[in-house]
């Protein structure tokens, strides 16, 4: 329980967000705890893999803060043109579909109810998308989410630990931001991501497999996914099974089967399991890396 209450302590922890007296319970606790070590190990090298969330927040009356300016551009991809606004803090939208520049500033304005023109886009947002939709690891790009409530930065905050090339379910990333019970709100959040690709919504799965609903549809879903080198045809073999985890012999672990560990269970270790109650009874303890618990 005590490991609990530090582990959601870890991510504010590490943004340096809470009071000296937190700070001092929780490298306390870090002495003591391995397993919060590194746990809080595998954050700071999200942090530093992964773009930079503007972490400024509405004030108590919802005022959007004001900008110098809102800007806009198109950017050719492997996967057609992609819509990017930018402003001074750096990417607060992206999109595709749209059909001409009248489009996309009426859907600006009211995502993010302020005004936006046309101008170069830099180089840096440019190679970031580009990366990011081409399945490789993203350069650290500054993304503006300054509109957005604290629950859904926080939930967009636990979204970048995902690794790429592999996927979590719903309930996870609700359970992984202290919300356990708040997994229908993080699929509302995922829906709303203003910065998809670079905030990978589309590594998060239904809990029974597949590969889900996503906003421009599964097909690219499945597309992205396969880029980052996800076996989507295994997804979809553990949906129709019913198999939800495998566990290791030589380990006793157990893990999501896209995990990373998991694709290096030799053969005859494999165990396959529905439930964490079935992995308990074989004695199987949870996976440090993709800690399906």
């Known amino acids: 329980m005590a490991c609990e209450k530090y582990q ?37 090298q999200t942090a530093r893999q992964m773009p930079v969330l503007s972490s400024r927040t509405r004030s108590k009356t919802h005022s959007t803060p004001k900008a110098s300016g809102d800007w806009y551009s198109t950017i050719d991809t492997s996967i057609g043109k992609i819509w990017v606004g930018y402003s001074t803090c750096g990417i607060s939208l992206i999109t595709l579909g749209l059909h001409n520049s009248i489009e996309f500033e009426d859907y600006y304005q009211r995502r ?9 886009i830099p180089k840096l947002y440019v190679q970031a998308v580009r990366k990011a939709v081409s399945g490789k690891n993203v350069v650290n790009a500054p993304l503006d989410l300054s509109v957005l409530s604290s629950f859904e930065l926080t939930i967009l905050q636990c979204l970048k630990q995902i690794p790429l090339g592999e996927v979590r379910p719903y309930h996870w990333l609700a359970k992984e931001c202290g919300r356990p019970k708040a997994a229908r709100a993080v699929g509302t959040v ?20 597949g590969v889900g609903n996503y906003g421009f549809g599964s097909a690219l879903k499945r597309a992205l996914l396969i880029k980052e080198g996800v076996s989507v045809d295994e997804l979809d073999k553990w949906a129709r099974s019913g198999i939800r985890f495998v566990g290791c012999k030589s380990t006793n672990t157990y893990c999501y089967p896209v995990c990373r560990t998991a694709r290096r269970i030799h053969a005859k270790d494999r165990v396959f399991l529905r439930t964490i109650e079935e992995a308990h009874q074989a004695g199987f303890l949870s996976c440090p890396h993709c800690r399906p618990e």
């Open 112 to 120: 993010l109810h302020r005004s936006v023109r046309q101008r170069v």
């Open 8 to 44: 959601k302590l870890l991510y504010r922890f590490n943004d340096n967000e809470l009071t000296e007296n937190e700070r001092a319970k929780v490298r306390a606790h870090l002495r003591r705890c391995s397993t919060c070590r590194k746990k809080l190990s595998v954050l700071k």
């Open 190 to 209: 995922m829906a709303r991501n203003p910065i998809p690709f670079l905030l990978p919504c589309h590594r998060v799965t239904p809990a029974g497999g």
